[in-house]
Nanobody
């Protein structure tokens, strides 16, 4: 069974930066398009960034120009560099399969997520 383990969340001040990581167990990682989702209190989970197996990236409008997604297939890791954080970025962040702009059902069971809190 594939497991998703997210880490790197923290409390930061507005304008700060964080780098999130997600380790994916199993043998399919290198062929999957992976994404970072977030869920703020009282809101639906949304896909904010994705990266295909070939390295093409897509971003939601709310994070474009501030977040950068990357992957390391050898380490089965997908990362999210978040810069210029604002309080609106406060959420629990999760990784799973997906491509920004396409409606798909994530393949794997959700991990525990990692909490990002941005203070003003």
């Amino acid at each position: 069974q594939v497991q998703l383990v997210e880490s790197g969340g923290a409390l930061v001040q507005s304008g700060g930066s964080l780098r999130l990581s997600c380790v994916v167990s199993g043998s399919l990682f290198s062929i999957l398009a992976m994404g970072w989702y977030r869920q703020a209190p009282g809101k639906q989970r949304e896909l904010v960034a994705s990266i295909t197996s070939g390295g093409s990236t897509n971003y939601g409008d709310s994070v474009k120009g501030r977040f950068t997604i990357s992957r390391d297939n050898a380490k089965k890791t997908v990362s999210l560099q978040m810069n210029s954080l604002t309080p609106e970025d406060t959420a629990v962040y999760y990784c799973n399969t997906g491509v920004v702009g396409y409606t798909t059902i994530p393949v794997f069971s959700w991990g525990q997520g990692t909490q990002v809190s941005v203070s003003s």
